[in-house]
């Protein structure tokens, strides 16, 4: 009898002090990270880190700066987690420059120079999960408020849209017989001596909604490049948002393998300064 109530002393004991101590640590004193490194954020904090990353790059165009602050967050690859971001800032309809930076930047990294008239390969479509906006863990850079009066302008890394430039339609390929291309709406933007344009809005539109996409989140591909996942039999409009040719009724068309089998291949589209 003396054992078991000296054990059931003990028992009490330990369940008493491990309820103080989860008491003291979760809700009378929790822990307060200060100054942790950016590989220690939350997911969504790190959003916020490489944002603020991406919207100094392109105010500034300091590639060193922006990779070493990028290396600071451990990405096994900084470039697809700056492009995933990019779409999903897109989806969370958080302003367009947020989305284009970050898209600048991803093309930045991949220091893809590439033709929109050749390559066959294509990356998956990254599906990114909104995560939920949190302020409690603000990641800060050392970007000063005041600045000099004649700033050094840094060579701009990438062409970048023309304010008001109005692209038109250069090529149209409706007929992508490719199954890697299947249902693929391609769009490629280049400026006018034929160079690939990171960070230019795409406007895709069907009879009861639309979508907005940036070039340079695959640019793996070409930094110039965005694409679109087509439903079968409806026809789409696509446009670029500072104004220019629309490019009109474009579905999904009818393809065969040599085993005979159909499928639905994609359609290819290149705009460009007029």
């Known amino acids: 009898m003396r054992r078991e109530g000296s054990n059931l002393f003990v028992v009490t004991a330990l369940i008493i002090g491990l309820s103080l101590g989860l008491l003291i640590s979760l809700v009378l004193s929790p822990v307060n990270y200060q100054n942790v490194p950016p590989s220690m954020l939350r997911p969504e904090d790190k959003d916020l880190y490489r944002a603020m990353i991406a919207l100094s790059f392109n105010a500034r165009g300091d590639m060193g700066r922006a990779q070493a602050r990028l290396g600071l967050l451990e990405d096994e690859n900084p470039q697809v987690g700056l492009a995933a971001q990019a779409q999903q800032s897109i989806a969370q309809g958080k302003p367009a ?6 898209a600048l930047l991803a093309a930045a990294l991949g220091g893809s120079t590439g033709s929109p008239t050749g390559g066959s390969g294509t990356e998956p479509v990254l599906t990114v999960p909104p995560s939920t906006p949190s302020t409690a863990l603000t990641p800060t850079l050392d970007i000063p408020v005041t600045r000099p009066t004649n700033p050094p302008q840094p060579p701009a890394p990438l062409p970048s849209p023309t304010a008001g430039e109005a692209y038109v339609l250069k090529d149209r390929t409706n007929n992508i017989c490719d199954v890697e291309f299947s249902q693929i709406l391609q769009v490629y933007v280049i400026d006018k001596a034929g160079k690939s344009v990171p960070g230019a809005e795409v406007i895709v539109s069907w009879s009861d909604g639309e979508d907005h996409f940036f070039t340079g989140m695959k640019p793996a591909i070409d ?11 409806v026809p789409y409009n696509v446009r670029m948002a500072n104004g220019g040719q629309t490019s009109t009724n474009i579905v999904a068309p009818n393809c065969k393998l040599d085993s005979g089998m159909e499928y639905k291949g994609g359609v290819k589209l290149i705009f460009g300064a007029p």
């Open 223 to 233: 930094i110039g490049y965005a694409d679109f996942k087509m439903d079968v039999g």
């Open 97 to 102: 420059e947020e989305a284009r930076s970050l």
